[in-house]
């Protein structure tokens, strides 16, 4: 015996069967269920749309947004010494050559006399080179003397720049070496620039703090370009190929990134193989450490047939066969599709839908209830 509730929506549909002129074909599966507005009303029945889309869901999972090893540096002091002033903090944008630091260093005050020294070695050794070119020409000295100073000169040369880096590494400007080597004074303090534009993003030395040489004061990077590393099953990688899209999100929506590289070894505890992408546009609005939930994508091919997405509860099994109920000017037709794909409570779907049909959301029991009377043999 049926209970209550089951039994007066068994009577209800009951009702509208007997109350309505009800119809069905077969075609290709389908099956025509004619209902006007106010039947529809009263079986709880609302509708959604079929989205086309051109990529298909292939797995989700968590990511953790990475700085490209190349988008790394550090601002560090060419000598030891006492920081004595710091102008930037963790988390600011600076721009190429901005002062970031200054730092005391008897260290960088011989920096200078050997430079001033080099240059002197090296203005001699040209000059002496230009004098045995000439006693040469006359035939006064041999070609190895000559010799011998064009190889003291490429010496001194490499000396020269040598201190020349260095001193730029400190902080020295290219007006300032010409003061220097016009005979300015000399400075004990460097100043450390950031080598190129981009984010602080941890200060590494305090105030009064004494550093050794080239020790970092200032960890950055360039944060126009960031990735996502993902960690997939191993089973799963061969599913995924260079290429494939990536969104924030099962829907697709967010920023998009492109998967850039396969991992080739598996790590030997999880098992698991590391997918790295790209993000597509530069600066997304992501923080490096930050993890995400994102879907790497498939591409369909051209001549595929059209996939649409919809809502996973629209869709409709009875024995091997999923389908939906499409909204037509008499009621609703059953049209049978395949299943792509499932996720974020969305069905990727193929079949006979266009993306300006209406399918129907809920109230498919009572359909389904009309569809299984109209299937019945007459008597």
Same mark, same amino acid.
């Given at each position: 015996?049926?209970?209550?509730?089951?039994?007066?929506?068994?009577?209800?549909?009951?009702?509208?069967?007997?109350?309505?002129?009800?119809?069905?074909?077969?075609?290709?599966?389908? !099956?025509?269920?004619?209902?006007?507005?106010?039947?529809?009303?009263?079986?709880?029945?609302?509708?959604?749309?079929?989205?086309?889309?051109?990529?298909?869901?292939?797995?989700?999972?968590?990511?953790?947004?990475?700085?490209?090893?190349?988008?790394?540096?550090?601002?560090?002091?060419?000598?030891?010494?006492?920081?004595?002033?710091?102008?930037?903090?963790?988390?600011?944008?600076?721009?190429?050559?901005?002062?970031?630091?200054?730092?005391?260093?008897?260290?960088?005050?011989?920096? !200078?006399?050997?430079?001033?020294?080099?240059?002197?070695?090296?203005?001699?050794?040209?000059?002496?080179? !230009?004098?045995?070119?000439?006693?040469?020409?006359?035939?006064?000295?041999?070609?190895?003397?000559?010799?011998?100073?064009?190889?003291?000169?490429?010496?001194?040369?490499?000396?020269?720049?040598?201190?020349?880096?260095?001193?730029?590494?400190?902080?020295?400007?290219?007006?300032?070496?010409?003061?220097?080597?016009?005979?300015?004074?000399?400075?004990?303090?460097?100043?450390?620039?950031?080598?190129?534009?981009?984010?602080?993003?941890?200060?590494?030395?305090?105030?009064?703090?004494?550093?050794?040489?080239?020790?970092?004061?200032?960890?950055?990077?360039?944060?126009?370009?960031?990735?996502?590393?993902?960690?997939?099953?191993?089973?799963?990688?061969?599913?995924?190929?260079?290429?494939?899209?990536?969104?924030?999100?099962?829907?697709?929506?967010?920023?998009?990134?492109?998967?850039?590289?396969?991992?080739?070894?598996?790590?030997?505890?999880? !098992?698991?193989?590391?997918?790295?992408?790209?993000?597509?546009?530069?600066?997304?609005?992501?923080?490096?450490?930050?993890?995400?939930?994102?879907?790497?994508?498939?591409?369909?091919?051209?001549?595929?047939?059209?996939?649409?997405?919809?809502?996973?509860?629209?869709?409709?099994?009875?024995?091997?066969?999923?389908?939906?109920?499409?909204?037509?000017?008499?009621?609703?037709?059953?049209?049978?599709?395949?299943?792509?794909?499932?996720?974020?409570?969305?069905?990727?779907?193929?079949?006979?839908?266009?993306?300006?049909?209406?399918?129907?959301?809920?109230?498919?029991?009572?359909?389904?209830?009309?569809?299984?009377?109209?299937?019945?043999?007459?008597?």
């Amino acid at each position: 015996m049926m209970s209550g509730p089951r039994r007066h929506f068994t009577v209800a549909v009951t009702l509208i069967l007997m109350a309505a002129p009800t119809t069905w074909v077969d075609e290709a599966r389908a !099956q025509v269920i004619e209902l006007d507005a106010g039947q529809l009303g009263n079986l709880g029945v609302t509708l959604g749309r079929p989205e086309s889309i051109e990529n298909i869901p292939v797995l989700t999972a968590t990511a953790r947004v990475v700085i490209p090893a190349s988008a790394e540096f550090v601002v560090a002091a060419p000598q030891a010494g006492r920081v004595t002033g710091l102008t930037a903090a963790a988390g600011e944008d600076v721009t190429e050559g901005q002062v970031l630091a200054e730092v005391y260093s008897a260290e960088f005050l011989t920096l !200078q006399r050997d430079y001033l020294a080099a240059l002197g070695e090296r203005r001699l050794a040209a000059a002496q080179v !230009q004098r045995d070119r000439e006693l040469l020409a006359e035939g006064i000295i041999a070609n190895r003397r000559l010799d011998e100073s064009l190889a003291r000169a490429r010496a001194a040369e490499a000396h020269y720049s040598e201190l020349r880096q260095v001193l730029q590494m400190g902080g020295f400007t290219e007006s300032q070496l010409g003061a220097l080597a016009a005979g300015g004074e000399l400075l004990a303090t460097q100043t450390l620039r950031a080598p190129r534009a981009g984010t602080l993003l941890e200060r590494l030395a305090t105030t009064g703090e004494q550093i050794e040489a080239m020790e970092p004061v200032y960890r950055a990077a360039d944060l126009t370009t960031l990735w996502l590393e993902l960690e997939v099953p191993e089973e799963r990688a061969g599913e995924l190929a260079a290429g494939m899209p990536v969104a924030l999100g099962g829907a697709g929506t967010g920023p998009s990134a492109t998967v850039i590289l396969i991992g080739r070894a598996v790590h030997p505890e999880t !098992q698991m193989v590391m997918v790295r992408a790209a993000f597509t546009d530069a600066r997304p609005p992501v923080r490096p450490g930050q993890f995400l939930s994102v879907t790497v994508f498939a591409r369909r091919a051209d001549g595929e047939a059209p996939a649409y997405a919809v809502p996973s509860a629209a869709l409709v099994r009875s024995q091997a066969i999923t389908g939906l109920f499409v909204r037509t000017a008499r009621g609703f037709d059953f049209r049978e599709v395949r299943t792509l794909a499932t996720g974020d409570g969305r069905s990727y779907v193929t079949g006979p839908l266009d993306s300006g049909d209406q399918v129907a959301v809920t109230g498919l029991a009572a359909l389904k209830a009309l569809r299984a009377g109209l299937q019945e043999p007459a008597d």
